[in-house]
């Protein structure tokens, strides 16, 4: 089955701390995943693809085929990180499945 | 300013009436789609739309129906609103061969 997982619902960090949301994934194709966030009150929007393996806002994912992961990481957690951060894995032509989401908080 | 605009922001409404929220794109994307968003479960999709007048089922379709006249409109229909579709929900659209996903800013719709 086709499936994206965020083990983590929240995740606590102090400001200029690393930081790592999990996503694992399971496919049977060759996955294309994304990490979306979403500010307080605001809509969706990409942060990160994979096949474009570029650096955004200090945030960095690298997928990992042999461990089905695509996490999320950033070596120092700005407060303005704070934010619901939620994986995709683009199933076939039409279809996204996102994981059920990991809200990060970042501590001053 | 390329877009996606949904209507209304938030609803509140009774149990059995009927409602429709609109969903408009101006970067003539062919690939359309709703979304719910609930505590816990993420972002589940409840239809899509491949172009129009092609409209396929999502994982939660029941009780939603859709529409494509238009390239740019894919409004969501509610024929008979129950509380359990009380709900964010989130209209997407991406052009065709292209990953990211362009999303509107929400509706936030309680059924009392």
């Known amino acids: 089955a086709q499936r994206v997982t965020q083990p983590e619902k929240l995740l606590s960090v102090f400001k200029g701390a690393p930081v790592e949301l999990k996503c694992n994934y399971s496919?049977?194709?060759?996955?294309?995943l994304f990490w979306y966030v979403q500010y307080s009150r605001q809509r969706l929007q990409l942060l990160l693809r994979?096949?474009s393996r570029e650096s955004i806002k200090g945030f960095t994912a690298d997928l990992n085929k042999g461990e089905t992961s695509f996490h999320l990481k950033k070596p120092f957690a700005q407060e303005e990180d704070s934010a619901m951060y939620y994986c995709?894995?683009?199933?076939?032509?039409?279809?996204?499945?996102f994981g059920t989401g990991t809200r990060l908080k970042v501590l001053a | 300013e390329a877009q996606v605009t949904q209507n209304p922001r938030y609803l509140i409404t009774v149990t059995g009436k009927k409602l429709t929220v609109t969903c408009s794109q101006n970067?003539?994307?062919?690939?359309m789609s709703w979304y719910r968003q609930d505590p816990g479960l993420g972002l589940r999709q409840i239809y899509y739309?491949?172009?129009?007048?092609?409209?396929d089922k999502g994982d939660v379709p029941e009780g939603y129906k859709v529409s494509r006249k238009e390239k740019r409109n894919f409004p969501l229909i509610l024929e008979s609103p129950s509380p359990n579709q009380t709900s964010l929900y989130f209209c997407?659209?991406?052009?065709?061969?292209?990953?990211?996903?362009?999303f509107g800013q929400g509706t936030r719709l309680t059924v009392v």
């Open positions: 997407a659209s991406r052009a065709q061969g292209a990953g990211e996903a362009f």
């Open positions: 496919y049977s194709g060759s996955p294309e």
């Open positions: 994979h096949i």
């Open positions: 995709a894995l683009k199933s076939g032509t039409y279809k996204y499945i």
């Open positions: 970067m003539n994307h062919e690939y």
């Open positions: 739309s491949m172009n129009v007048e092609v409209t």
